[in-house]
């Protein structure tokens, strides 16, 4: 294959995807958005906390499939075993943030994994209302021999998309080219947070999820015109930002 076929099959694709373009959304029961708004001011709008969520975390995986498979031997003569598929199942997968000084993304995540076992509120997190080191050592833990009790799955599972996209005309993730939507999602470990003296770091977070299915979504995004993509929206110089080159001088 030569150099001028091989960058031609790029551009017919749309150029290459790179890693460090993506979006994730939570779509969770309003029951459970009560409760991380009562117990840890989480806000589910576009300008609260919650968009905070949205815009710190910094890793994520597009889920993988894997088959359940079973043996099958003696069907011909001289055959080895053969493995056939008979149902495909979905192992978990991690996401990652970034913190803030407030801690919004590990707020988000322990008071998700609270509300599993604390259908009675009892065991809920506690605020402070002062912001001193102090103040927030003066207070006390909840009651040792309080009970723990199972929300039912409907109050706590809700649904995560994470969607592959890339750089546009339109923005940094203006062309997404596959989603997966996550079904009956919830975190069932948050990962210690590492602290220690030296260099200045970020805090970072990460929780693992399970979910029963996902749902996968594509997009295309081939070279058939070259604003195909942007679906009839009609772009003006101020829609396009400076440095950003429209498709067809991307690829050639």
């Not at 011909?76 to 943030?97: C, H, I, M």
């Not at 988000?108 to 402070?128: C, L, R």
């Not at 080191?133 to 799955?153: A, G, V």
Request: hydrophobic share 30%.
């Amino acid at each position: 294959m030569s150099i001028n076929t091989f960058i031609q099959a790029i551009a017919n694709g749309g150029s290459m995807s790179m890693s460090n373009g993506y979006d994730v959304q939570f779509d969770l029961p309003s029951t459970l958005k009560t409760y991380l708004k009562t117990s840890c001011d989480i806000e589910d709008d576009s300008t609260g906390p919650m968009s905070v969520i949205k815009l710190l975390c910094d890793e994520a995986q597009l889920p993988n499939v894997q088959s359940a498979t079973g043996q099958l031997q003696g069907r011909y003569l001289g055959e080895n075993q053969v493995n056939y598929p008979y149902a495909k199942f979905y192992t978990d997968l991690s996401l990652s943030w970034m913190c803030d000084v407030n801690m919004t993304p590990l707020k988000f995540v322990t008071g998700w994994h609270h509300y599993i076992f604390d259908a009675n509120w009892n065991d809920a997190p506690k605020t402070n209302d002062g912001n001193t080191l102090t103040q927030i050592r003066t207070e006390q833990p909840n009651e040792f021999n309080r009970p723990i009790r199972l929300n039912y799955p409907s109050s706590y599972m809700g649904k995560i998309r994470i969607t592959k996209a890339d750089k546009g005309p339109l923005g940094a993730t203006s062309r997404p080219g596959m989603s997966y939507i996550l079904e009956d999602a919830f975190p069932y470990s948050v990962d210690t947070v590492p602290l220690s003296y030296g260099t200045s770091q970020i805090t970072k977070v990460s929780a693992n999820f399970y979910y029963a299915k996902h749902t996968v979504v594509y997009q295309d995004h081939t070279r058939t015109t070259d604003l195909d993509y942007t679906k009839g929206v009609e772009l003006s110089q101020e829609n396009i930002k400076e440095g950003d080159t429209l498709a067809s001088e991307t690829f050639l």
